[in-house]
């Protein structure tokens, strides 16, 4: 008897810091707690494809400050993202929604390979398709694959989940106390503000194809399902 989602299908993009609960590697119960608000939605007929990041392995820039070679430790990165895609995956299995891992670096023993049409037919049958190893490339991030998987799967919005933070504010709120928060904003706004809570190169792919971005804190109580569901947290972004 719930009313019909708003959004029929979304993508949703993680940070990987978050399942690492504050440390390197994977916290199981975190990562549970997320699968079984991801389940609720799935649950609704919410189709739900993910991105999830790598931060809780490694950041390419990090290594290289390290003395890394860039390309290197970008690969490393992105190898650190299908770690969490299957973390993920179990979870949501064990929380009885069916799943499907593509990634961008072909590994046919752990995942399928990124196939877009693949992708879209999977998620008509109400699998959720978890899209590991960013866009295969060095230099990316997987805010921007974010963008861009959701614009090849014809999602109708781009969630993306934030840890520590509700929305979109004029400055970072942890540094300035003056910060407001939006409730709205333009991609013109962000990119013209220099606003870095996601990459610019993600706002300036949704700006150019209209696809609007939901940008939400991911801490309070089944934020994840409310905001896969339609409801209206955070920060809306438009074009
Ligand atoms: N990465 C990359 N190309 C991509 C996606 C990711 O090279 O298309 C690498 C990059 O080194 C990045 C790391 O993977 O630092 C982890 O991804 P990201 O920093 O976006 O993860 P998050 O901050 O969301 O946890």
């Given at each position: ?18 399942f ?7 916290d ?41 070679d ?13 770690m ?8 949501l ?9 593509q ?13 877009p ?12 398709v ?12 997987t ?10 799967t ?42 870095r ?43």
């Amino acid at each position: 008897t719930t009313a019909p989602p708003a959004h029929r299908r979304v993508l949703l993009k993680l940070s990987g810091e978050v399942f690492g609960g504050g440390e390197v590697g994977v916290d199981p119960l975190v990562v549970k707690g997320i699968a079984e608000q991801i389940a609720a939605a799935v649950r609704d007929g919410v189709q739900v494809a993910i991105v999830i990041g790598g931060g809780n392995f490694f950041r390419g820039a990090e290594l290289q400050q390290k003395g890394m070679d860039r390309v290197r430790a970008d690969y490393m990165g992105m190898l650190g993202t299908v770690m969490n895609c299957l973390a993920l995956q179990d979870f949501l299995e064990k929380a009885g929604v069916q799943t499907r891992v593509q990634t961008a670096i072909t590994m046919g023993q752990v995942a399928e390979p990124y196939i877009p049409l693949r992708a879209i037919r999977h998620l008509e049958k109400g699998r959720v398709v978890i899209f590991g190893a960013g866009a295969g490339m060095p230099f990316f991030s997987t805010d921007t694959v974010s963008a861009q998987r959701a614009l090849e799967t014809k999602c109708d919005r781009l969630l993306i989940a934030k840890s520590g933070v509700d929305g979109v504010y004029s400055a970072d709120p942890k540094l300035d106390p003056d910060a407001v928060k939006y409730d709205t904003l333009t991609f013109a706004e962000a990119l013209h503000e220099g606003l870095r809570i996601v990459d610019t190169a993600a706002f300036s792919l949704c700006q150019d194809n209209r696809l609007e971005m939901l940008v939400f804190g991911m801490e309070g109580e089944g934020n994840i399902t409310r905001a896969l569901q339609g409801e209206k947290i955070g920060t809306t972004v438009t074009a």
